[in-house]
């Protein structure tokens, strides 16, 4: 199923979980991990996800937070592959200082749109922030505070580079997102 970032409808549970099954075997592996820490809640708390049950997984995770003050996400964590692929550290920045104008206002209101649903978010898509031409299979999902406020994303971007890239790239419009409620996660 292909979804653009202006048509946000969830899709029903049959097509997001065959989706993740033709994904990468590591996205489903990241979606158990995240739904086993719900113990019985829509989403889990940010330290209910254990970090042990993922080791090979820690490069390519990501997890940022929402900012009120600065109406911007903020990158808390960023694996080691995630920061190659940027060619920088994340931590610490809030994603308008290291995403071009029109994908930070894309991702921006699509990561408030999982937040609100709360969603669960799979997208593909060829382009990325470095050099390199990059495919990325990515896994967004929601985490709640302390206060079990819905604040945190985490996720884990798969990169695969595919051979160089010229000066354009797919937008990221093009990306095949597939999206389903927490709720209908089982």
Same mark, same amino acid.
């Given at each position: #199923?292909? !979804? ?12 997001? !979980? ?10 489903? !592996? ?43 996400? +903020? ?6 592959? +995630? ?15 290291? #995403?071009?104008?029109?994908? /930070? ?7 408030? /749109? ?5 969603? +669960? ?38 990169? !695969? ?8 790239? /797919?937008?990221? #419009? ?13």
């Amino acid at each position: #199923m292909t !979804k653009n970032s202006e048509s946000w409808d969830p899709a029903d549970s049959a097509a997001f !979980k065959e989706r993740i099954a033709a994904a990468d075997p590591r996205i489903e !592996k990241f979606l158990r991990v995240w739904r086993d820490a719900r113990s019985g809640r829509v989403v889990p708390r940010r330290q209910d996800i254990d970090p042990t049950l993922f080791p090979g997984l820690l490069p390519y995770v990501w997890l940022c937070a929402w900012d009120s003050e600065l109406q911007d996400f +903020v990158c808390r964590l960023a694996g080691e592959r +995630v920061n190659w692929i940027w060619g920088y550290g994340l931590r610490g920045n809030p994603i308008g200082s290291f #995403m071009k104008r029109a994908d /930070h206002e894309v991702n921006r209101a699509r990561w408030l /749109h999982i937040l609100n649903g709360p969603l +669960v978010h799979f997208g593909a898509a060829a382009g990325g922030p470095s050099q390199s031409r990059v495919s990325v299979q990515r896994l967004t999902l929601p985490l709640c505070n302390d206060d079990g406020d819905l604040q945190f994303l985490i996720g884990l971007s798969l990169y !695969k580079l595919v051979g160089s890239r010229e000066d354009s790239r /797919h937008p990221l #419009m093009d990306e095949e997102i597939i999206q389903v409620p927490c709720a209908q996660i089982d």
